[in-house]
């Protein structure tokens, strides 16, 4: 679709191309007289639209091989060249633009092929700008879930999302033996001594 769409902007390109330097020679009455069609009067206004159709020509052969300017470009000359068709159908029905041998015929052809422009251009660069829409989703879709795969992922990055709890190196705890640490100190009780009872001073009469 898109290969259609520039190829109808080419061949609009040259279509303005012309128009704008047969308008450049509104002065030159002989030409419009040999053409048999109506010049512009004043001159100049005729001369000011040629250089408006040359830019606008050159502004559809840049979008011919620009693919960033294709879409814009061409649904913008599809109006421009649907509002210039009506216009020219307007003046030949109900404004009776006077019209000579050869006239009546360039100026119906020229209708056709504008509005044969416009019928391809506006529907065209339509369809062509949703179907870019359609594919840069898909892109963005895809490149998201390719950032969540965890194969696609390090394996840190991995283990932090998978791992609940931080991965932390714990120390072996060890208890020193007593007496060789603080806090283990050993006290010792002292021994009895061999005292005799208190009553040993007494002897018992009767041993």
């Known amino acids: 679709m898109k290969v259609l769409l520039r190829a109808v902007l080419f061949f609009d390109a040259l279509l303005d191309l012309l128009l704008g330097v047969l308008l450049l020679m509104s002065p030159f009455t002989t030409l419009y007289a040999?053409?048999?069609?109506?010049?512009?009067?004043?001159?100049?206004?005729?001369?000011?639209?040629?250089?408006?159709?040359?830019?606008?020509?050159?502004?559809l052969w840049h979008a011919t091989f620009n693919g960033q300017m294709t879409v814009t470009v061409a649904r913008t000359?599809?109006?421009?060249?649907?509002?210039s068709a009506l216009l020219i159908l307007s003046w030949m029905i109900f404004l009776e633009l006077p019209l000579e041998g050869a006239g009546k015929v360039w100026l119906p052809v020229l209708v056709v092929m504008l509005g044969f422009f416009a019928l391809v251009q506006i529907p065209a660069a339509k369809r062509v700008r949703n179907r870019e829409r359609q594919l840069k989703a898909e892109r963005e879709l895809q490149q998201a879930t390719e950032a969540?795969?965890?194969?696609?992922?390090?394996g840190a990055v991995r283990r932090a999302q998978t791992s609940k709890f931080p991965d932390t190196r714990r120390e072996p705890v060890i208890t020193p033996p007593p007496g060789y640490g603080p806090g283990t100190e050993v006290t010792t009780e002292p021994e009895p001594e061999d005292t005799p009872p208190a009553h040993h001073a007494r002897q018992n009469p009767y041993s």
Request: no cysteine.
């Open 77 to 83: 000359a599809g109006y421009v060249n649907l509002a």
């Open 148 to 154: 969540n795969d965890p194969r696609n992922q390090s």
């Open 34 to 59: 040999a053409l048999q069609l109506p010049q512009p009067q004043p001159a100049l206004f005729g001369q000011l639209l040629g250089v408006a159709l040359i830019g606008l020509a050159w502004l």
